[in-house]
Every structure is written in structure tokens, then in C-alpha cells.
């Protein structure tokens, strides 16, 4: 096993030099105006990269993606909402558990797996009361990319607050929050941003940040309102992960520099289209209606996709993603996000044929 580590996964994804330049010092102390002023920044930026509606905001926890959503259930969301979870694989699920857990009154539109969103899946779900809705752009188990222009027009119509989890789609896929009318939208450090695993962001429009306001506060944390607060003046309420969101500045500079988010988008895009039509001969089924660029979910015609993975990551050193749960012996995903070179990419090809043929 003499080749670099190749990692394929949907994150934590491999990282650009300038960001690993950042993230391997030691951290600075961060009560500084320094420190606010990259953090203030950090802000501006993400929201550029959004289109976020004039007035918006970014919180930035210290918590792994699942803590902003979290934190997007407890402090956006009250005990008052009817809330509709869209819920086609384990993301979708753990909106569902979120608001299960924090006593959010909830309905399932659940769908089959690898299956995507249609409008009648919507039907009967009109004028009955409904005030927001949770959906992951891109659902990220199965790689299918949620119709977000059809959701929007759904949630305008019915004066549905929308929030998106697009940790994974984000960069990857095209998302305009003004455009779409999204409420907020969660992100974080270690999908197509490339970084350090460790922050996630809850980028909200005025809308979000007014309910934020008026809402009670459930948690210390994972407080929103504090968040908010503190950021006024670009700092958090703890410690934060201090060399992730100086790497992340180092990073939305890369991205500004390479073209910004169109090209970084179509980056990713080429990536991905090279490896599908690289496979398309081999006896895997890429089943997922709507694929995001971020992700393929592949089932294996025979034998075990748990097997698959074990010999890249033993004989060849390139990591794949298994898929959890008893779905995990048939299906495994590629990730096409992070610093993943066209090279890289036909390696990759290279090593499913002789795997695979
Ligand atoms: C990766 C991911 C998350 C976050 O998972 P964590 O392990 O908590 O970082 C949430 N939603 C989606 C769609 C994801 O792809």
C-alpha cells in the first residue's frame, strides 16, 4: 500500500494546501479584534456564496452538522409549529428524531429510498396549517437531490417558513436562498467546504432571525440567540474551533480567487460526470433519481458492497463511503467533493474496473 490515501468519502474530504497551511498552527487566542474582523468576514462571505437576503445573518457553532440542526429545530422552531419533514433516508430521519426529541409536532412525507420529491408527494399537505418545513437538500445516504424550486414554490404558496440542510449539497449543487425564499440554511466545515470536520453554520434571512428573537431559549449551547449576539461583534459565546474557521477564511479566499461559487460548482459537476460515465460499463446500478454532484450511491449487482469498500481502503488505500444500516451490504457512495483532482478521479476509475471487471 504504497499510493497516497485517496478519500472519497462525503466527508470529512481531502484538503486544499491553504487551508491545511492554516489548520495545521497552533490555534491564536480569539478574544481579539483580529479575530473578529476574519470572523466578520467569514460572514459576509458565506452569505455571498448563499445569495442570503439582504439583512441575513451566519451563526457559527463548534458542532458537527447535525448540532446546527439541532440548534435550528430548538431555537427557530417552537412548541407552536406544525412542522413537515421530508424524510428519504438517515438525514431525513434525524430531522424527524430532532423534533420528535424536542417536542416539535411533526408529519413525515416519507419516501422510498434512492426515490425523489415529486409535487403530488405535497397533496393534502395544502392549507392545513403547516408553518415550516425541514428538508435536506441533498439526502445525502441515498444522493438524491431534492427539486428545491418545486419545495419553494409549495412553502410561498402555503407561508411555510423553509430550512434547508444543505451541508452536503451546498457548493456542490445550485442554491440561491433569495431566489428560493429559504429561511435558513445549514451548512458545514467538512463536506464541499474541504476543511477540518468541527463548525457548522446556520445562515439565516429575517425571517429566521425574528422567530430566533422571539423565541424561549431550550439550551445554552446550541443558542442561537447568543450566537447571534456575539457575532454582532465577530465572536462566539465559547471557545470556538478556532483553526477551522481560520482555515475556512483561508478557503472562501480559494474559492473567491478560482472563480467563485459558479466555478467551484462546476468543478465538483465535472468531477462527478467524469466518474459516472467512467463506471457506466460495470455491473453497479447508480438507482438515485435526481443525483447531486456531491455524492453517487451505487448498489452492486453481486457480491457484498461492504467487501467492495474493504478492498479499496486494504489493497489500495482509497477510501469509499459504506452506507449504514442492513442497506449497507448492497449499496456504498462516492463523493465528489473536496480536493479531488481530475487525476485522482481516473485513478479512482481505474482501480473499480480492475476491482470490479
Ligand atoms: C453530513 C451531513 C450531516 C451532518 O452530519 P454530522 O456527522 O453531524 O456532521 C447532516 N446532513 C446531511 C445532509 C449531511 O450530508
Redesign the pocket.
Known amino acids: 500500500m504504497s499510493e497516497k490515501m485517496l478519500n472519497f468519502t462525503?466527508?470529512p474530504v481531502m484538503s486544499c494546501d491553504e487551508v491545511l497551511e492554516v489548520s495545521g498552527k497552533s490555534a491564536p487566542y480569539f478574544r481579539t479584534p483580529e479575530f473578529s474582523e476574519i470572523m466578520k468576514e467569514n460572514e459576509k462571505m458565506m452569505m455571498e456564496l448563499l445569495s442570503a437576503p439582504k439583512g441575513s445573518r451566519v451563526a457559527f457553532l463548534t458542532?458537527?452538522?447535525?448540532?446546527a440542526?439541532e440548534s435550528a429545530v430548538m431555537n427557530i422552531l417552537n412548541d407552536k409549529d406544525k412542522v413537515i419533514v421530508v424524510n428519504g433516508g438517515s438525514?431525513g430521519q434525524?430531522f424527524a428524531e430532532l423534533c420528535e426529541l424536542h417536542k416539535r409536532e411533526y408529519t413525515e412525507v416519507k419516501l422510498e429510498f434512492g426515490k425523489t420529491l415529486k409535487k403530488s408527494e405535497f397533496a393534502g399537505l395544502s392549507g392545513k396549517g403547516y408553518t415550516a418545513l425541514l428538508i435536506?437538500?441533498?439526502?445525502?445516504s441515498s444522493g438524491v437531490l431534492y427539486d428545491m424550486p418545486m419545495v419553494s414554490e409549495f412553502c410561498k404558496e402555503n407561508g411555510i417558513l423553509l430550512i434547508v440542510?444543505?451541508?452536503?449539497?451546498f457548493l456542490a449543487d445550485e442554491l440561491e436562498m433569495d431566489k428560493l425564499g429559504i429561511a435558513a440554511v445549514?451548512t458545514?466545515s467538512?463536506?464541499a467546504l474541504a476543511l477540518h470536520?468541527g463548525i457548522?453554520m446556520i445562515t439565516m434571512a429575517p425571517e429566521a432571525i425574528e422567530r430566533v428573537e422571539k423565541n424561549t431559549e431550550t439550551g445554552m449551547y446550541l443558542s442561537l440567540k447568543e450566537a447571534l449576539k456575539n457575532g454582532e461583534r465577530g465572536q462566539t459565546p465559547f471557545t470556538p474551533a478556532v483553526a477551522i474557521l481560520l482555515s475556512l477564511n483561508a478557503r472562501l479566499h480559494q474559492i473567491e480567487k478560482t472563480g467563485g461559487k459558479k466555478a467551484e460548482h462546476k468543478r465538483i459537476a465535472a468531477i462527478a460526470k467524469q466518474f459516472r460515465d467512467g463506471i457506466a460499463d460495470l455491473p453497479l446500478d447508480a438507482f438515485s433519481e435526481m443525483q447531486s454532484n456531491c455524492v453517487t450511491a451505487l448498489r452492486v449487482k453481486e457480491g457484498s458492497a461492504k467487501d467492495i469498500v474493504n478492498t479499496f481502503k486494504d489493497k489500495y488505500n482509497i477510501w469509499l463511503c459504506p452506507n449504514g444500516g442492513e442497506i449497507g451490504n448492497t449499496v456504498f457512495r462516492v463523493g465528489h467533493i473536496g480536493n479531488i483532482t481530475a487525476e485522482d478521479n481516473s485513478r479512482l476509475i481505474e482501480v473499480f474496473k480492475e476491482v470490479l471487471e
Open positions: 462525503v466527508g458542532a458537527s452538522g447535525t448540532g440542526m438525514f434525524r435536506n437538500m441533498c439526502e445525502t440542510d444543505a451541508i452536503s449539497a445549514i458545514s467538512q463536506k470536520p457548522s
